[in-house]
């Protein structure tokens, strides 16, 4: 009954429209008084703001947001799309195309979803409009892009996932490079089918001498050496992720500098931008951790975990369940927020069913992906229609056949755990 409770409070205070840190902490201290009255909520608030910000990994959070703004400022993400529409402008949907190769490059050295949508937005959109394309398509194409950056390292939802999991952070974000490659490619395959049932969609574009694809490469030399800085570190075993992300933030900053990008302005405006967005996020996780108290005194995980145990179903049914579950979340809830409000009840759940949960995890942000796109709340669909001007139901609707293509995707690497798991195997410790 007091589960009843605490879980009836949250929900009407996310539909009246509270913020979800809050939301989680007023839900969290209603369980906790009805369970243990007002001396175990004020115990928890003296402890909980120190005892759920003191891992040293959760400075990657600010260091990676750090590292995405300072790339923002560089303006490499605008020429990554240049770059690639050098090399396949020419072909049929070579725009599309190369806008999904730019979200897979930004989304490389970025962690950030919303800022790849905006940063695309500006530049491929309007490439693709004066070349004719069918904006539902070009818009589309730039919405799902964007949501690279949460599955590429460096990602600062892989990151928070291994936080709240409590499993290799390095593990993980090796884990998310070859299902990012998978989906880049699939992507690429919807384009590519689009403009094969309707070519007047996705025209073909300019064409470019052999010296100018040639000048077009500089770009790419800075954006590897920030991706073997981050993420080559973590792989070999040189520095650890909380590491490699002060390393890819001050990399950043360099590059920006050599731009001549920086200003003190701009400068102050990237501090400014990360230290908000890292606020947000700390304070949804203490508040988090209020109502993950709760939750642990009144037993339901346990309980929970024991009941699907005693189902005389297959663990696939389950885990079937549990990614709608997501999915349906993902319509309604920001993908940090879902995070922490389901992993620390899904994961002990997964686990027992003998899911591994670096797996798992990278299943959960490929359907937080899904939830950038998908309405009412789909995030990176409202930053695509602000930066454009298109309206918000034909992004819905030119970006649906990505959300059916990341349908298969999430089969795929369901039968084929390989795909996910053999790359951090390879790890050097």
Partial sequence: MIVAVGLVVLFLLLIFGMPVAFALGVAGMVGLYLKGGLDIVLGIL??????ATSSYELITVPMFMLMAEFIIVSRIADELFDSA?????????????????AGAGFGAISGSSTAAAATLSGTSIPAMIRHNYNPRLASGVVAISGTLAMLIPPSIAI?????????????????????????????T???LALAAINPSHAPA???????????????VGPMIALIMLVTGCIYLGIATPTEAASLGAFGAMVIAAIRRRLTWDSFCHALFNASRTTCMIVLIIICAQVFGYYFTLTGFTQDLVSYVADLDVSRWVIFALIVLLYLVLGCFLDQVAILFLTVPIVLPVVTALGFDPIWFGIIVIITAEVGLVTPPVGLNVYVVAAYSKIPVKDIFIGVAPHVLAHMLVILLLAMFPALILWLPSTIVQ
């Fill in 159 to 187: 990151v928070l996932y291994g936080l709240i999991a409590q499993v290799s952070i390095s593990r993980l974000l090796i884990a998310g490079i070859i299902p990012g490659l998978l989906v880049t490619i699939v992507i």
């Fill in 85 to 101: 529409k050098v090399w396949l402008g020419r072909t049929p949907a070579g725009l599309a195309i190369s806008t999904a190769l």
């Fill in 205 to 219: 574009g300019s064409s470019y001498s052999l010296r100018e694809k040639l000048a077009s490469l500089r770009i």
């Fill in 46 to 51: 003296r402890s909980t703001p120190l005892s």
């Fill in 189 to 191: 395959l919807t384009v």
